[in-house]
Structure formats: structure tokens, C-alpha cells
């Protein structure tokens, strides 16, 4: 049924949706290049400045927490005004934290201070960033398009993110920090134009004569939504515990890496490439995988390979296995993330789409800031193998709670969903 309403469905919104997704991948794909830069570089020279894991940790955690502190926020921000220009100002925040950054390092002031501050501003900006970016996608591609648009762009981001990004990171630093932070500055400069380039509105319209509610009032309203909608609500509280393990994990890599490992920076960003080539497999085969095994077990994948990446460091410290581990974290993140996406962008409405994804992103993203501190504080008093055994126990238990909770009738309203916005699209 759903082929044949595709099929009879007008050709405008296809040619929209195409040259959208085209914009949206490449946009994605150099801001997520430079992002896995910063992502790599930010830690890697926190360690020359100390050798506190906990320290290190804290600068990590920057880049996240303002999940914790802002996202309610910004997602009525996404909800009242045009997504694309705060995706300009997301930019514009960056490239004024990048200036800084590039100062002290001329000026020979880099400091932790320095670090900290320059972090919390570029995560304040990926707060604003990604949630206009997934409240935008909706209305810039078409409901059949959506899948294969958020493969894409998922795929995008990954690669770009956890394989290119930290690779080219640490080719980057080995020239020097300086050089490094000045090309990813580059990078967002030019995503910024890429934006011109998008076709359509890009703002939710208002009611005539009706003034908006107050931003408490919408928080609210993103909140409760969020709970009353059963499978998002499971699906948000499990991925909570599961980037509380990836924040533990890409917190206490670096000092491991360089301390137990011995890797230096190029080195490390190969082990760190093995997250992005597990997330390019994934976003190759997520249809596949939906066809074959279910949108169900695709998404319990990440369970598994969550699993995998933070037992590794207990059990051994043989790079080719944790390499595998980071790889097996990649492919199971990208299958969820390109699915939790679609099954969002099917059961929640446009004008909900900001508050929702700011409500969601602030128990799953935000647990990252709180796992990375935790994590420190764990490699502080316990080892760092200590820190891993207990985010690898928390996936262990969350694994049979998923499989109560997220059952095939939970998930068959997502294909109804599917189908009714499908309906209106042929009429």
C-alpha cells in the first residue's frame, strides 16, 4: 500500500525533497567533519596541560552539557523562528569560540579555563544546531523521502563525525593545535553558505491574532508531550543510558590512549575512525537491516554494540579489540539514530517538532555531559577499567527493559503513521 501511494503521489515535493537532502548531506557532512575535529582536538590538548583524568573529562563534558542546561530553551526557540537562521547563528557562535581558542594559542595563553569556557560555547551552539536541523528536515523533504534522507544524512554524520573528523584531527594536530582549529573554523564558514542553497520555509507559522505562549508554558508542553507518547518516551529513556556509556567512553579514551596506550595523536584518531566506519556500515545497510531483522531489532543493535565498545577496555587493552568494539558502537548507533529519527519524524507534528526533539535530546544527550562526569570521577578513584565495567553493567540491565517495552504493536503505529501522512501527501 505504501509503494502505491509513492507512486501516485505528485512529482513537485520529490524534486524539492532531493535537492534538499543534497544540501542537508553535504551541510552535514562539513560541519560534522569539523565537529569530530574539535571533538578529538579539545581533550587531546587538555592532556598537555594536565594529567588529571578528571580534568580531561571536564572539558569533554563541556562540549555536552549544555544539553543538560539549554535545550528546553532552545527548542521553543525552534519552534518560533526560522530554523534555518538560527542554524546560521549556531555557526556564528562556533566560529567566535574557535576565534578565542585560536587566540590563546598565538598568545600562548591556552589555558584549562580557556578550554572549558570555549568548549561550553561550541556545545551551546550544537544544542541550537541539531535541533534546528532535525525540526527542519520534516518540512524540507517529502514523507516517502524521509528514510532514505535521514540514511544519508545520518550516514553523513557519522562518517564525517567519528571516522573523517578524527582522522583528519589528527593529521591536523600533528601539524599543530593552531593549524587544526583555523581548518575547522574554515569548515564552518563554508557550511554556512551551503544554507542558502535550501528551497522552502523553514518556520513554523503562527495563528492570526493568537500571541504565543510563554516560554515556561511551551517547555511544558514539549515535556508532557514527550511523556504521553509512549514509545518516544522509551525510546528516550533508553538512549539516556546509552550516551551516558558513549560520554564515559569518548571522556576517558584520550587519557587511556595516551597513558595506557601509548597511541599518539594520529594513532588515536585511528582508533576513533573505527566508530565512523561502523557508522558508514550502518548507514549503508539500515534499509537492509530494517527488511531483514525489523526496525525492533535494528534498534537493539545499539544495545549491543553500546555493549561491546565499553566492555572492551575491561577485558583488554589490545587496540585491534577495542578498534572492533568502537566499530561494532558505530553500527548500532547509526541504525538507531536513523531510525529513532524517521519514527519521529512520522508520529510528531512540525510545530511540536523543536520542543520534542529538545525534550528528547535533553535525557538522551544530556546523559553524555553526566556520563563523562561520572566516568572521570570513577578513572579518578577506581581505574579507568573500573570506570568502563560499570556503563557496560548499566547496558546489561537496560537490555531486557527494552525488549518488554519496545514490542512489534508498539512500533506498528509508526507504520500507520506512516501511511496517513503518505494519504495526504496524493491528496
Given amino acids: 500500500m505504501t509503494d502505491r501511494l509513492a507512486e501516485h503521489a505528485p512529482p513537485e515535493p520529490r524534486d524539492r525533497s532531493a535537492h534538499n537532502t543534497l544540501v542537508l548531506v553535504v551541510f552535514t557532512a562539513i560541519t560534522n567533519l569539523a565537529d569530530g575535529v574539535i571533538k578529538m ?27 543538560l542546561l539549554t535545550a528546553l530553551h532552545v527548542g521553543v526557540l525552534v519552534d518560533r523562528f526560522d530554523r534555518r537562521k538560527l542554524l546560521w547563528l549556531a555557526n556564528s557562535l562556533r566560529l567566535l569560540a574557535l576565534a578565542a581558542l585560536l587566540f590563546g594559542q598565538f598568545s ?34 517529502g514523507p516517502r523521502w524521509r528514510e532514505r534522507a535521514n540514511a544519508w544524512i545520518t550516514g553523513a554524520e557519522t562518517v564525517c563525525n567519528e571516522f573523517c573528523g578524527p582522522f583528519v584531527g589528527g593529521l591536523l594536530l600533528a601539524a599543530g593545535s593552531a593549524f587544526a582549529l583555523g581548518a575547522t573554523a574554515a569548515g564552518y564558514v563554508l557550511s554556512t553558505v551551503l544554507l542558502v542553497f535550501l528551497v522552502g520555509r523553514f518556520r513554523v507559522p503562527r495563528t492570526a491574532g493568537r500571541e504565543p505562549a510563554s516560554v515556561s508554558r511551551q ?25 551516558s556509556c558513549w560520554g564515559a567512553w569518548l571522556a576517558l579514551m584520550p587519557l587511556m590512549a595516551t597513558t595506557v596506550l601509548r597511541l599518539d595523536a594520529r594513532e588515536y584518531g585511528v582508533l576513533l575512525s573505527a566508530l565512523g566506519i561502523g557508522g558508514l556500515v550502518g548507514a549503508l545497510t539500515v534499509t537492509a537491516v530494517n527488511r531483514l531483522i525489523g526496525r525492533r531489532w535494528a534498534l537493539f543493535a545499539d544495545l549491543v554494540g553500546t555493549l ?15 578498534a572492533a568494539g568502537a566499530f ?100
Avoid at 582536538?41 to 544539553?67: E, K, N
Avoid at 508531550?225 to 522509551?234: A, G, K, T
Avoid at 561491546?308 to 577495542?322: D, E, G, H, K, R
Fill in 108 to 141: 600562548g595563553a591556552i589555558s584549562l579555563p580557556l578550554l572549558l569556557v570555549g568548549g561550553a560555547v561550541l556545545g551551546i551552539a550544537e544544542v541550537v544546531a541539531l535541533t534546528s536541523a532535525m525540526a527542519l528536515t520534516p518540512t524540507a523533504v
Fill in 219 to 243: 517547555i511544558g508542553s514539549g515535556l508532557r508531550y514527550l511523556w504521553r507518547q509512549r514509545l518516544l518516551r522509551l525510546m528516550a529513556l533508553v538512549l539516556t543510558v546509552l550516551c
Fill in 328 to 427: 561494532l558502537g558505530g553500527m548500532g548507533g547509526t541504525l538507531w539514530a536513523v531510525n529513532a529519527r524517521t519514527i519521529a519524524q512520522y508520529l510528531v507534528a512540525p510545530e511540536m517538532m523543536g520542543r520534542y526533539s529538545a525534550a528528547a535530546r535533553l535525557f538522551s544527550w544530556g546523559a553524555m555531559p553526566v556520563g563523562a562526569g561520572v566516568g572521570g570521577l570513577l578513572a579518578e578513584f577506581a581505574g579507568m577499567r573500573a570506570a568502563f565495567a560499570v556503563f557496560a553493567l548499566a547496558v546489561l540491565i537496560t537490555m531486557p527493559v527494552f525488549l518488554r517495552s519496545v514490542t512489534p504493536q508498539v512500533l506498528a503505529g509508526v507504520e500507520e503513521a506512516k501511511r496517513r501522512q503518505l494519504a495526504e501527501v496524493v491528496s
Fill in 308 to 322: 561491546a565498545m565499553v566492555a572492551a577496555p575491561v577485558l583488554t587493552t589490545n587496540l585491534w579489540i577495542l
Fill in 41 to 67: 582536538a579539545l581533550p587531546l590538548i587538555a592532556t598537555t596541560l594536565t594529567d588529571s583524568p578528571a580534568a580531561v573529562a571536564a572539558v569533554s563534558m563541556t562540549l555536552t552539557l549544555p544539553w
